[in-house]
């Protein structure tokens, strides 16, 4: 019973709400000026799937990248 | 009448009372290094703002250990709820998949969900004062006179500014020597300016006092455009390198999926 409860991937929703509520928070101009003091520049995605996407690209991209380095032993443990 | 429309109401928010609007408890937000850091100090702001805005108490947990890995295994063993998110950065959560490869017990990419990109910090390649090579151009010369006698500095052997530097050489054709600072940019700055080591890719927010008072000389802005504050350093891409260096970014992910322990 309990096993139907608990969800099996974070909600659509739940996500959604987090997505709009941190990029509402993060583009406020006085929560910028801020970030930007600390030299961090607010990049905010325009939708999870968007940032999920990116992670994947980038994710992919550093796996060819060691993949068709000359000495890979050097650049990992 | 009045009573089947009143029926008709408690029906139609039945459905919505039976699930608990999110956030309903406190939310755990897991960093994967210790406290000070970029990515904590931005966890912070945002579990700050957060607590403000939804009303519910998000909460920063620190998971240090085995390069962050620790807290991304945390995370993506989490249950799928809502409740237990990760701040990371790109060296946790788009490097260490494949550096990692053989220690990690999750694949970051398949086993975290994207919220958002929060912040993004410029980098930039920086030299000694006292190296006389001003531009790319100039240090691509000097590695190709004399190959590995020029040194360059990063946080440690896989860490992003050793892997920048790497794809600089494998662009440029040319060799230098690695110098790992394990005690990060806190180390490697001091050393650099006494000439120990002569370039590296680090972070406009631990470079930019030594900048401005001429113990360290900007070499290329990493970002596509120049920075505001370095309104003369031409970036890699107008000297010839575009798509070298990391685009350095932190961000929230949440679980995917329910995972077995």
Request: charged share 15%; aromatic share 6%.
């Amino acid at each position: 019973m309990a096993r139907h409860v608990r969800p099996a991937a974070t909600p659509k929703p739940v996500i959604d709400r987090l997505h709009g509520a941190v990029v509402a928070v993060l583009t406020r101009p006085e929560q910028k000026e801020g970030l930007a003091k600390q030299m961090m520049s607010v990049e905010v995605s325009g939708s999870p799937q968007e940032f999920t996407d990116l992670v994947r690209q980038e994710t992919a991209a550093w796996g060819a990248f060691f993949a068709r380095s000359a000495n890979t032993d050097r650049l990992a443990r | 009448m009045r009573i089947s429309a009143l029926l008709f109401c408690m029906l139609a928010v039945a459905p919505a009372m039976a699930q608990d609007p999110y956030p309903s408890k406190p939310v755990r937000i897991l960093v994967p290094y210790g406290p000070g850091g970029a990515t904590d100090i931005i966890a912070r702001i945002v579990a700050q703002r957060l607590t403000e805005s939804l009303g519910q108490t998000f909460l920063v947990e620190n998971r240090p250990g085995a390069n962050g890995n620790l807290a991304l295994e945390a995370a993506a063993k989490a249950p799928p709820d809502g409740y237990t998110l990760l701040v990371g950065n790109v060296s946790t959560n788009a490097i260490n998949e494949t550096i990692f490869a053989h220690q990690l017990q999750i694949k970051p990419s398949r086993d975290l969900t994207g919220i958002a990109k929060l912040v993004e910090i410029p980098h930039i390649v920086v030299a000694s004062a006292s190296f006389p090579p001003n531009t790319i151009a100039e240090l691509v010369a000097a590695a190709k006179k004399e190959p590995g006698k020029i040194n360059f500095a990063s946080v440690g052997l896989g860490s992003y500014p050793h892997l920048d530097m790497e794809q600089l050489m494998l662009a440029a054709g040319v060799e230098l020597t690695h110098v790992p600072y394990k005690g990060g940019a806190g180390q490697a700055i001091p050393a650099m300016i006494a000439g120990e080591v002569q370039v590296a890719f680090f972070n406009m927010a631990s470079l930019l006092p030594h900048i401005k008072s001429g113990r360290l000389k900007a070499l290329a802005a990493v970002p596509a455009q120049r920075l505001p504050e370095l309104p003369n350093v031409p970036t890699l891409a107008e000297q010839g390198f575009p798509g070298i260096g990391t685009n350095a970014w932190q961000g929230m992910f949440a679980p995917r999926r329910r995972r077995n322990r």
